[in-house]
């Protein structure tokens, strides 16, 4: 469903993805995996068109990604990007002015789970709330693939649970979810598939499930293989 | 796009309230300058309408092309480019809220204008000279409109196409810095740069467009000329930010 | 509910909805929860559930009614049958753990004999 092709992107002299290549297919949830910096939020970035690949591209149903893909690809940044003047409601609205799949039952619901209100501006926001919010206006949406960058970071306990639960609940057989997280412990149990970045490389795919029959192994200890120096060893 | 507008529209909306805000305290005081004949007011009062209108419409312009630049420069462009809009649509809408902002704006301040000459001269009926300076105002104006109407809407035409070419120009210096300096601190001051050089060399090339017998042929020419300038750079510009730009 | 990285979840929670079955807390015949419910209950992956009830269903624990949902066996014998396995088990287990401590047999019986009456 969405796919990238031999994807690359360098600034300057750093090369933030060389030559990725994957395939998300919709029924899944995703965890894409690896260190700060090694190329996950630019390979979110690029599948929605906020960065323009150097080679490659993203595709989505073999089209390349763009105005129609936004469509139905809902990107949440790690960064609060809201207007200064806006409200909890007025993001809202803008939403819905935007995303036909945006529904304000919904995100009026999200809202209150977690302890939110609609009249609150952004510019007050603690960081906890922002990303509280970024999460309730994503999710708000119906969209067929979801692109989640660090989802659960500075976010309370209980309202984790919130935001785990509406990701859950998004999962349907036609919807894919993409959650890039450092919190693998975590994800692992919400997750069909682990994709491993290292050092703006693909190092690895692997099903959940599969993981744990053929190599006996959690996701959290592929991570420790891939990015440690070595099995066995802990953090 | 439509949407766009309107939250573009939304984006300028404080400070054209400050500016309509500042507007009605000179209008006051030129009032009561009016009412209490106190010459000192009411002189202060229409400097200060004619220093509103005046910067009043190129703040407008000005807010445009800044509020641009920190859109593509800052977080807040995911506001505008996760949208299932292109390109060509973010910048349209952007160029064409501008032109009715200003078109408002000048509206506004003619019909208020037209208003505070028109109580002037009721009310201050006892004041010869203010009253015959408006004779006078009011009477070259009259013989401006009835010796070249025609030259008139030619120059509103050419102002709106210059302006039009000016903003498009600048958007395109914004683009072409937020696209090779992308969210830098001197970002800004590179589309300046730029923008001054895409003037002249624009300028340059409309000097060398020779005059022709009338006026109004000599104008539309150069409103053709431009507007096609403009358009070709509206294209330019879109193309680089659905292309090339990495917010 | 928290998992332990040695099994796969998928088992985990069918053991877990067995053992309600058994102590009585799912009642035979009772409904299931739907797929997104009890995913959003476990906080797991949709197709982690789907995959329970399946193999759930093909042990004969539950039975799916089309358009209504995923049911408990309304077998008494069979919520028997699953009693006697996985009081087998746990019997096996503690055995082993007290084989591999040295104690054995008589011992053994002795100790839980020590533990009824207190």
Known sequence: MLECREITKVYGRKTAVDHVSFEIRPGRIYAMLGPNGSG????????????????????????????????????????????????????????????????????????????????????????????????????????????????????????????????????????????????????????????????????????????????GKSVADKYREIY???????? | MLKLMKYEFRKTMFSKMILVAITGIFEIVY?????????????????????????????????????????LNTKQSYML????????????????????????????????AAADITVGVLYIGGVKQFLDLLEQLMISIRVDINISAQDALIVFFAGLTSWLLTIVTADLAIVLSATVFAGKRFSGFVSFVLFILFDIV??????????????????????????VITVIMYLITGWIMERKLSV | MEFTSALP?????????????????????????SV?????????????????YRELEAEGVCFTRRGMGTFVTEDAAKAAQMKEEMAAELTDRFLKGMEQLGITGDEVMKRIKERESC
């Open chain 1, 40 to 215: 996950k939020t630019t390979l979110m970035k690029m599948a929605v068109g906020l960065v323009k690949p150097n080679s490659g591209g993203f595709y989505y149903k073999d089209q390349p990604v763009g105005q129609e893909s936004r469509k139905e690809i809902a990107y949440m940044s790690t960064e609060p990007y809201f207007y200064p003047w806006m409200t909890a409601k007025d993001v809202g609205r803008y939403y819905a002015d935007f995303f036909e799949d945006f529904s304000p039952e919904r995100y009026e619901s999200l809202l209150e789970r977690m302890e939110l209100t609609p009249d609150m501006k952004t510019k007050s926001l603690s960081s906890g709330m922002m990303a509280k919010l970024k999460i309730a206006v994503t999710m708000a949406r119906s969209a067929k693939v979801y692109l989640l960058d660090e989802p659960l970071n500075g976010i309370d306990l209980l309202a984790r649970d919130e935001i785990m639960a509406s990701i859950i609940e998004a999962a349907r057989p036609d919807v894919a979810l993409v959650i890039s997280s450092h919190l693998v412990d975590e994800l692992e149990r919400m997750v069909d598939t682990a994709i491993f970045i290292k050092n703006s490389h693909l190092a690895a795919v692997w099903d959940v499930e599969s993981l744990r029959v053929q190599e």
């Open chain 1, 228 to 235: 440690g120096h070595g099995e066995g060893q802990s953090c």
């Open chain 2, 31 to 71: 009032l009561i300058g009016v009412f209490a004949k106190k010459e000192n007011l009411l002189a202060i009062g229409m400097m200060g309408l004619v220093f509103c209108a005046m910067i009043g419409i190129f703040c407008i312009g000005i807010e445009s092309l800044s509020i641009f630049q920190k859109d």
């Open chain 2, 81 to 112: 480019f996760l949208t299932p809009t292109n390109s060509y649509q973010v910048l349209g809408a952007k160029v064409i809220e501008n032109g009715i902002s200003i078109f408002l704006a000048g509206a506004f301040f003619a019909a208020v």
């Open chain 2, 202 to 227: 624009i300028g340059k090339l409309l000097d060398l467009l020779p005059s022709l017998d009338s006026t109004v042929m000599t104008y539309s020419m150069y409103i053709c000329v431009a507007f």
């Open chain 3, 9 to 33: 979840i998928y088992l985990q929670v069918m053991t877990a909805i067995k053992r309600d079955i058994v102590t009585g807390r799912l009642t035979l015949g009772e409904k299931l929860p």
């Open chain 3, 36 to 52: 997104r419910d009890l995913a959003v209950q476990y906080t797991i992956n949709p197709n982690t559930v789907s995959r329970v």
